[in-house]
């Protein structure tokens, strides 16, 4: 995978079945056993890049935004075997490119993946809430 040409894409229309695929090869643990479910989650998102490995998506970044005070970084995932050639950094950059200077990026992070974020710039946060979903 390292020979792989990675071409991004802005608010490209991903089908559930390859973004059910990269979650369950990223290791994000996101509700993948339901179909609808994740249409749901990317059918009006305000923001999604995408990278694509050979025609075959392989990373995506999917955030919801005003595009003027906030942006949420709900989803981060990058399919394991491409994992290790800064596709996560580069849709981190580009959501970044797309929101501007005035935009704070926030995102939760999953256990697995707190010492990750600072390598990418973010900060910790003592100052966040959470009402946990329910399913």
């Known amino acids: 995978m390292k020979n792989t040409t990675v071409e991004y894409r802005h608010n490209f229309p991903l089908d559930p079945l390859d973004v059910v695929r990269v979650f369950d090869q990223s290791g994000i643990k996101r509700p993948t056993s ?21 025609g075959q998506l392989v990373g995506l970044a999917r ?13 981060l995932a990058v399919d394991k075997q491409y994992q290790g050639l800064s596709i996560g950094k580069a849709l981190v950059q580009r959501t970044q490119a797309v929101i501007g200077d005035e935009v704070s990026l926030i995102l939760l992070s999953a256990p697995d993946a707190m010492s990750y974020y600072p390598t990418l710039g973010f900060e910790p946060a003592a100052n966040a809430f959470i009402i946990q979903r329910k399913h």
Do not use: K, Q
């Open 63 to 75: 955030s919801l935004t005003d595009h003027a005070y906030c942006c949420y970084l709900s989803d």
């Open 34 to 54: 339901s179909l609808p479910r994740i249409a749901r989650m990317f059918a009006a998102p305000c923001l999604v890049l995408s990278a694509w490995g050979d």
